[in-house]
């Protein structure tokens, strides 16, 4: 890529919404494509080397401006964070029935299967 200059680049612009923007408007409408105006008349004033163009187009709504950065407590740049493994004991469909079973026919569970029975499972 060359070196554009300020003045190549606007007379670019010129020449691209003359030629083919303009005329196609309506199809452009018709496809949903719209044109950021505030863009364009900002890059106009900034390639055009007037930047008086801005302090006259006032925008309602802007869109393109740069955004102060707050000064104030913001989030650092480096968190620590500690991963905690717990092991709970699960229960399955059919160690709830073999241990129901095992009751059924006078066996004695342990405690831990008895606690089982309650656990969801999944």
């Not at 003359?18 to 949903?32: N, S």
């Not at 494509?33 to 390639?47: C, I, N, Q, S, Y």
């Amino acid at each position: 890529m060359q070196h554009t200059t300020p003045e190549a680049k606007l007379q670019g612009l010129r020449t691209i919404f003359g030629e083919f923007v303009a005329p196609f408007i309506p199809m452009m409408q018709a496809q949903g494509v719209t044109l950021d105006m505030e863009m364009l008349f900002r890059k106009l004033g900034k390639l055009s080397n007037i930047t008086e163009l801005n302090d006259i187009i006032v925008y309602s709504n802007p869109q393109h401006e740069p955004q102060p950065q707050e000064t104030g407590a913001s989030k650092p740049a480096n968190t620590k964070r500690t991963y905690e493994r717990v092991n709970r004991p699960g229960a399955t469909n059919a160690g709830k029935a073999q241990i129901m079973q095992q009751a059924l026919f006078g066996g004695k569970p342990q405690n831990s299967e008895i606690s089982s029975l309650l656990r969801p499972t999944g």
